[in-house]
Structures are given as structure tokens and as C-alpha cells.
């Protein structure tokens, strides 16, 4: 790992001033994903700001009945919150379909979202990636592609985002909240702060250099049943092949692009009265399967379409 | 950087580099070599303490970040003649074979049983329900630990046995 200063900071606005002005500089809340790059020194920040002890860790009702969760509040706590089960399953789910118990105690919801891609060529330093070390190329164009993107990739990169609770935040619709270095703060949709690769897969989301995500702030939830569905090479504690977040109405898919996929095809399928799986086989018209992730096509439809029907069974 | 981490009851004060993690401040610094240093990436579980109670992964943790923090490790759990019911269950059923894994499956199982008796949720019990202590319920929670000897239904029979002691 290499060397680094620390600093823990006294409140948000502080952390985001020390961010902006210092070269280099990465928050740090549960540091499972950003610690494990930093050892592979994929990831070489020159100083860290500590943000675990902020207060921003309540989760709260809002005014219009929707729910705010604090960034730094852990994967663990979220899913177990007695609001967001009873409301919000699909987002319990999901989370407890992600890592290990140990790593959702200690992640937080902001370094979730952040969370960089699972890419065997992201990890491998001897190999070229352009995520990792911009206009050197992606190996995995011709290589170990199995687990890669189906929309919205380019020649630049076809890593997909792993965060399985990201899929159900953006099938509910919410907003993620941000301070930024001027002081001000800002909501960002869901479907707005992850960014598809183009040609600079290193930019990851909209996010300005020093802003931090203080809350992800949920909207009432919609009317109808909720489900997560994730496929993955064994029972538990791996990443996923493909993975579908249904709240009524409202469908993303995980594991399918470089940020959560929301099903927009199949919103406007649906609502117009095709079946579950008319609707998802029309979302995947806009598929581009390299080969080796042929099979994700099947995968996704009969995923999918399964979960949209067991969620509006169990809805309304 | 000067820290102080609450060890097994005792306040210890350091002097460290950021970089040192939680796991290598016990094992290096406070001689505490029963947390085990499997793949140093939070894949394989045997790095688990408890910190306030919670298990986590103390390799990727910073030592930094934890200072104020109460952390029990595997010497905070028993002792040869106090073994802790988990401990004894591991014992009376075999569950492990080189051993390497076990501290992190013993800490792993303490921090579990708490989420389970508290009703934390889990992929094997929907989010209405409350958990039972069946095989699957453990196999998923303890997913986290690895037993590269394979020693699983043993670990599971143990814990289940240990579960019924500390009920």
C-alpha cells in the first residue's frame, strides 16, 4: 500500500473543504472496497479524509412519506431498518444479496454506490485497462468477458457496476443527496450520478472532485409488490451474472451495464399492456452481446419476466 | 499517528502508520495473533473480530479508524480452562481440521447469533418474516468464513449446539 495522510473530519463541510484543496485526496467511510484497491495499489489516494464519524448515519422519515437514509450509515443497518423492510423490501433484499455479513457491517451506503467494478482486468495491473489507467486499452474486449456489460458499453470499456443495492435504489426512484466543496448542497437522480463508459470509463460518476454524498433520499414508495432477483456462480457471497429490482411498475437491472440499468423499455411495455416478458424482450432488442456474455440475453428475459410477474402477484 | 483501541477489556494506545489495518495492529503490535491473516482482502473470514459488538473483516479496516472502538478478538472470547459454549461446541463436534479458519468461523458465529436473535434479515428469510436457526440460515449468514479444509456441516452442527447452550 502506499503512504498516505490521514485526517478524521470534524463535520461535512470541513471534509469537503480538506477534499477539494488537497491533491489526491479520497473520502474513506467503510473502506471494504477503496482499502482492498489500495492494497493492490489500484487505488494510491495521498490522503484520506474520515468520514465514518460524521453524523450521517440516522436513517428518517421525510414529509412527503418517503424514507432518508445518511451515507454513512452501514449496508447492515439499512437492510435490517424496521421502515425499509416493511416499505422497501426490494432495497433489504438486495443488500443482503451483496458481499458477506461481515463487509455489509462495515460498508456504508456511500461507498456503495461507489464502488468500483469487479473486472478481472481492472484488477490486474499487468494487464491494460482503460478505467485504471486511461487510453492504455481494454483487455477485456478480447479476453475474459463473460461477466460484461450488455448495454451501453463501448471499445473503451465493458466493465459492469456490481452494487446490488444501487439496482433497487434506482428501481424505487431515488435521489442521492451531495455537499459540495462551495458548500452547497445538491439531489441527484439515481439514474443520473453513474455515467456509462463512452471514452472515459475512469469517469465513473458526476460527482465533482472533493463532493461527498451525505443521504439517499427515497420517494414514497410506488404502488404495487417489490422483488430483487440476483443470478451468481454460487448460493451466496459472489458477485452476480445479472440481477432485476422490481417496485410495481418500476424495473432496473444489475450487472448489465457500467451503471444500474433502469428498464425504461420495460416500464413503457408494461404500461401499455404487454406481458412481463413481451416487455423485457423488448428492452433487449437494445442488447449487444459480445459472445462469451451471449447467455445473459436468456438469463435477463427469464429473470426478469419472472420477477415482474411474482412482484405484481404479490402487489397492488 | 497515536490511537487507542479498547482490546478484550484493556485500553491499548499505539503509535501508527495509517496504513497499518486493524488486523496487523493486533497481530503485530499487540502480539494478539488469534485473528488469522487468510487473503488480507476480506474474501475468506479469518481476520473477524467483534468492534462494538459487530463483526467485521479487521483487514480491511484501518487501526486509525478505530480508536475509542471496543474490539474482542478470539483471546477476549475463552481461555483453555473458560472455554466460551462456542468454543467447547467447535471442540465436541470436530469443526475444523487445521484449524486456521477458526477463530474468525468462532468470532464470526458470536456476531451472527446477536444479528439473528435481534431479527437482521437475511437472503434466506424474506423481509417480513423473522430468522430461524435452521442449517440454511447458518450456511448463508456464515458465508463470509471459508473452511478451506471443508469443515462445514461440522460447523454447523456446532453451531447449532452452541446456540442451544447460550439460549
Known amino acids: 500500500m502506499r503512504a498516505f495522510t490521514y485526517e478524521r473530519a470534524g463535520d461535512a463541510k470541513a471534509a469537503v473543504k480538506a477534499a477539494a484543496s488537497t491533491p489526491g485526496a479520497r473520502f474513506i467511510a467503510g473502506g471494504t472496497n477503496l482499502l482492498d484497491l489500495m492494497k493492490l495499489e489500484i487505488e494510491t489516494p495521498a490522503h484520506l479524509i ?26 447492515s443497518t439499512v437492510a435490517a431498518d424496521p421502515q425499509v423492510r416493511a416499505r422497501y423490501p426490494v432495497l433489504s433484499q438486495a ?71 444501487a439496482v433497487a435504489l434506482t428501481a424505487l426512484g431515488a435521489n442521492v443527496e451531495t455537499l459540495m466543496p462551495s458548500g452547497q448542497s445538491r439531489t441527484l437522480p439515481m439514474l443520473v450520478l453513474h455515467r456509462l463508459p463512452g471514452e472515459t470509463p475512469e469517469i465513473e460518476t458526476c460527482l465533482e472532485t472533493g463532493e461527498l454524498i451525505t443521504a439517499v433520499v427515497l420517494p414514497p414508495p410506488p404502488p404495487g409488490g417489490q422483488i430483487y432477483r440476483k443470478v451468481r456462480d454460487r448460493a451466496s457471497y459472489a458477485g452476480g451474472l445479472a440481477s432485476v429490482a ?57 429473470l426478469a419476466a419472472a420477477a415482474i410477474s411474482e412482484a405484481n402477484g404479490r402487489g397492488a | ?52 459488538g459487530v463483526r467485521i473483516n479487521s483487514c480491511l479496516s484501518l487501526a486509525v479508524m478505530h480508536d475509542g472502538d471496543a474490539v474482542t478478538t478470539i483471546e477476549g472470547v475463552g481461555t483453555p480452562e473458560h472455554l466460551h459454549p462456542i468454543q467447547t461446541a467447535f471442540l465436541t463436534h470436530d469443526a475444523y481440521q487445521c484449524g486456521y479458519c477458526t477463530p474468525g468461523q468462532i468470532c464470526s458465529t458470536i456476531g451472527m447469533l446477536s444479528e439473528l436473535s435481534a431479527g437482521a434479515p437475511s437472503q434466506e428469510t424474506p423481509p417480513g418474516a423473522a430468522p430461524v436457526l435452521s442449517d440454511a440460515e447458518i450456511r448463508e449468514r456464515m458465508s463470509g468464513n471459508i473452511c478451506r479444509c471443508s469443515a462445514y456441516p461440522q460447523i454447523v452442527a456446532a453451531i447449532k449446539d452452541a446456540a442451544k447452550v447460550m439460549a
Request: hydrophobic share 40%; net charge positive; charged share 20%.
Open chain 1, 50 to 75: 474520515d468520514v465514518s464519524r460524521l453524523n450521517m448515519a440516522t436513517i428518517e422519515a421525510t414529509l412527503d412519506g418517503g424514507l432518508r437514509i445518511g451515507a454513512a450509515t452501514s449496508n
Open chain 1, 95 to 165: 443488500i443482503v444479496a451483496g458481499g458477506s455479513p461481515q463487509l455489509r457491517n462495515k460498508a456504508s451506503v456511500g461507498g456503495n454506490l461507489l464502488q468500483r467494478t469487479r473486472c478481472a482486468y481492472f484488477y490486474d495491473t499487468s494487464k491494460p485497462c482503460n478505467k485504471r489507467a486511461p487510453r492504455t486499452g481494454c483487455s477485456a474486449l478480447e479476453g475474459l468477458n463473460r461477466n460484461a456489460a450488455i448495454f451501453g458499453a463501448t471499445d473503451h470499456c465493458i466493465a459492469t457496476h456490481t452494487s446490488d443495492m
Open chain 1, 246 to 302: 422490481v417496485a410495481g411498475r418500476q424495473v432496473a437491472l444489475g450487472m448489465v451495464a457500467h451503471k444500474p440499468w433502469r428498464a425504461s423499455a420495460v416500464e413503457t411495455a408494461l404500461a401499455s399492456g404487454a406481458s412481463p416478458a413481451e416487455a423485457i424482450a423488448v428492452e433487449l432488442e437494445g442488447a449487444s452481446p459480445l459472445g462469451r456474455n451471449d447467455f445473459k440475453l436468456p438469463l435477463v428475459a427469464r
Open chain 2, 1 to 52: 499517528m497515536k490511537t487507542t483501541i479498547h482490546v478484550n477489556g484493556e485500553a491499548r494506545s499505539l503509535d501508527l502508520d495509517p496504513r497499518t489495518t486493524l488486523l496487523d495492529a493486533l497481530r503485530e503490535h499487540l502480539k494478539l495473533t488469534g485473528s488469522k491473516k487468510g487473503c488480507d482482502h476480506g474474501q475468506c473470514g479469518a481476520c473477524t473480530v467483534l468492534v462494538n
